[in-house]
């Protein structure tokens, strides 16, 4: 009796189990995440897969001041789509989710790349900067310990912040982020043509900061910078900028201060393209500027970083 009820057990979990992948198509890479999930639960059980495929997509726009993608970039990404499609084969994924965030808003061509991800099973759905909002928020929620917490997501091409409040989601949709921001300083700060801001002098620095200070304090939503100021709560910052320019830049893990980023800054400001290193180098050094103003407007003093995006509330059940 006991060896039947523990193989109908066995059954009931295997009915539950699921191979899922998460992938947030962003403006500057496309994340990857594969687990095992207990749909039954509603919990991922184990990631068994994770890799980021750098394409920037913002960049491609912003560069050519275009509202299209490149033939480039369009190569680019379908390069990307086949290894995705190659690596859901082998863990023999059973269900996909996909988004596509702001640079695919923006393009007029976008329709190309989805249609191309379609042909491979791959069924990619653009999303607005609220539902954008949301699933950062959906994937945060295995850190949160039962505290109250704010996710604060910045990508290539969009920032959002979202808070819950009386079982109602306070969100800031912000357009200052990573591509932008880079722009804006090698542009007004630096008065320059350069598409890379590096290195960066100490005014430069200052300029960025109090740019990005007075944007926060103007562009979000004062019932929300309210919450950040007066209430005990975690702030949980996921994307790209949190956990690889910043934290796995500094060697740290878990979370960082103002005041260790602030330092981290003015250590690293001087800095080449080539000294700083990999992909992204041309936005590392204004990240932590565009951080540090927006931590330093809303009062910030801690950011808990994860390496989580888009793909982990995707892996959760809709």
Same mark, same amino acid.
């Given at each position: 009796?006991? &060896? ?5 057990? /066995? ?71 086949? =290894? ?47 539902? =954008?909002?949301?699933?950062? &928020? ?42 932008? /921001? ?21 005014? @430069? ?15 979000? @939503? ?41 330092? /981290? ?7 080449? @393209?080539? =000294? ?43």
């Amino acid at each position: 009796m006991k &060896y039947l009820l523990l193989l109908m057990s /066995f059954g009931i979990y295997a009915n539950c189990i699921e191979m899922r992948a998460g992938i947030d198509i962003g403006s500057g890479a496309s994340k990857l995440k594969i687990a095992k999930v207990d749909k039954c639960k509603d919990k991922i059980e184990k990631i068994l897969f994770t890799k980021d495929f750098a394409v920037e997509y913002k960049d491609d726009l912003r560069s050519r001041n275009k509202k299209s993608f490149s033939k480039s970039i369009i190569k680019k990404g379908r390069s990307a789509f086949r =290894e995705i499609s190659s690596i859901l084969k082998k863990y023999k994924v059973q269900s996909t989710r996909a988004v596509a965030t702001s640079a695919f808003r923006t393009s007029s061509n976008s329709a190309v790349l989805i249609r191309y991800a379609k042909s491979l099973d791959i069924p990619v759905e653009v999303i607005s900067q609220d539902e =954008e909002a949301i699933l950062g &928020y959906k994937s945060a929620k295995s850190l949160t310990s039962g505290r109250k917490y704010l996710v604060w997501d910045i990508g290539g091409g969009s920032m959002q912040m979202s808070y819950k409040k009386d079982d109602k989601l306070l969100i800031y949709k912000g357009k200052l982020a990573s591509v932008p /921001f880079r722009a804006y300083v090698t542009k007004f700060v630096q008065n320059s043509k350069k598409r890379s801001p590096n290195p960066m002098s100490s005014k @430069d620095v200052d300029k960025s900061i109090k740019y990005a200070h007075d944007y926060a304090l103007r562009d979000i @939503d004062k019932d929300l910078q309210k919450v950040i100021k007066t209430q005990d709560i975690d702030i949980i910052g996921i994307g790209g900028v949190h956990s690889s320019a910043i934290l796995e830049s500094m060697g740290k893990k878990g979370n960082y201060t103002y005041k260790e980023l602030e330092s /981290f800054l003015k250590a690293r400001k001087s800095l080449t @393209d080539k =000294e700083i290193g990999g992909k992204y180098a041309s936005t590392s050094t204004s990240n932590l500027a565009l951080v540090l103003g927006y931590m330093k407007a809303l009062g910030i003093k801690k950011v808990i970083g994860e390496k989580l995006n888009l793909s982990d509330g995707l892996l959760y059940n809709k």
